[in-house]
């Protein structure tokens, strides 16, 4: 399979089990950190592998939204709510 084509295939499977899960991030970021924080090949591997591993390696850290506005309230550290937005334009 072709990178584009691997990648593609992720994004469907992933778009597909959006119903199904929590909206939120479950994995926390020392677990992610962990997970992300390999040694790099001198050799290189295929494209195809560092994709599979990439969507392996942030299972469970993504948000589940498939659209390019979303917004995350965040407690700060004296108490307050703050809301940031994100949007993205499509072309």
Same mark, same amino acid.
């Given at each position: ?5 691997? @990648? ?8 597909? /089990? ?15 950190? /962990?997970?992300? @924080? ?17 969507? @392996? ?35």
């Amino acid at each position: 399979m072709e990178p584009l084509e691997t @990648a593609a295939a992720c994004a469907m499977a992933y778009l597909s /089990k959006l119903d199904a899960g929590p909206v939120g991030a479950v994995g926390n970021a020392a677990t992610l950190r /962990k997970r992300l @924080a390999k040694p790099l090949s001198g050799d290189g591997v295929p494209a195809e592998q560092v994709i599979r591993e990439l969507v @392996a390696d942030v299972d469970g850290g993504l948000h589940a939204v498939s659209g390019g506005r979303f917004s995350v309230r965040r407690r700060s550290r004296s108490g307050t709510t703050a809301t940031a937005s994100s949007s993205t334009s499509s072309v």
